[in-house]
């Protein structure tokens, strides 16, 4: 763990309108030129010894109503789940198209298309082209996130960033994507400390054990019985990660029950830090065999998160929802339909560090 100072996060008002819409600038890992001026970035997010998961995104000179993107994979990489995407592999040859809801792309805006996890090469494909024209100028594969050609993100001179994440199971034991997010977040070049009075190893080896994730805890419970209050003035976070609710649905609380008190929390953070920044996820899927009503119970309280959010959020102090539910597959990404395995680590920390990223740059 790293010393820690508090210090003020700069985030401005646009950088959480273009979160909050999906729309994230990413450093250029992998990047194609198409003939009418669309850039297509490839970039793998994590590996590991048995797979890889990469993002892709489009960026778009003139506006784009529907689109399909075909490459040529390494011989012997394969796609094993993806999301946001309809997809179809026939030996190196991939083909990926919008489902629908992710079809425009505004000129002059980037868009995270869809993201996959995959085995095999993580060097980039070749031949990418959108809507059968052929990308110009793509780079060299950068070989995964740690490779030499990629260019690192420089961090502006400041104090460590203090980050919280909050919640329950899914947070603390076994929910140890903390490590993955850990690691993605050192190899960007930020200076964070996770802080918490709960402290367990998560991979790999030297990521910062602290959390405050409690398995079994209701956030309803936890703020009435003022232990939320206790956690936060212990270790005052200038970041807080919350995924808190996975018991509350199952026990059937309202959504309206749950997010007052995740309103209570943001109130509390902000009386002991005014300038602290809220990320607050979608739920992922909650899929137990003995709760048939789980799902939905789920998609119903996420579905009011945003709103909630944009009602509290400010310029100082802003709430930046995140999605933790879409491209979620309970079957692969968690061994009891409940709790993430390490497919489910990996796409957890993926979509924490992409909402992180900007903020702490």
Known sequence: MRSTRNRRLALTTAAVAALSAGALTIATANQAQAEDGCEVEYKVVSSWGSGF?????????????????????PAGTQVTSAWNVDWSQSGADFTGSDVGWNAAVPSGQTREVFGFIGSGSTAAPQAIAVNGDLCDGQSEPTGGPTSPTQTPTEEPPGDT??????????????????????????????????????SQACNPAGSDPDH??????????????????????????????LHFATNDVWSSIPPATILAAYTTIVEDLREL?????????????????NCADCPQRTADFNAQIPAWAAGLSTAQSPIVVVDQ???WVPSVDTYDGVHPDEDGYVKLAANWFEALDPILS
């Open 53 to 73: 998961q990469a993002n892709v995104s489009i960026t778009a000179a003139e506006p784009i109503d529907g689109w399909e993107l075909t490459w040529d994979f």
């Open 161 to 198: 960033v203090k980050i919280m994440p909050l919640g329950d199971s899914i947070t603390g034991s076994p929910g140890c994507w903390r490590g993955n997010l850990w690691d993605l977040l050192d190899q960007a070049g930020h200076e964070v400390d996770f802080v918490g009075s709960l």
């Open 212 to 241: 405050e994730g409690h398995g079994g805890f209701l956030v309803t419970q936890s703020v009435d019985n003022g232990s939320v209050r206790g956690w936060l003035e212990q270790n005052t976070p200038d970041v807080l990660l």
């Open 273 to 289: 830090n005014p300038d602290a920044v809220i990320l607050a996820a979608q739920l992922i899927p909650l899929a137990p065999s």
């Open 325 to 327: 539910h879409t491209g």
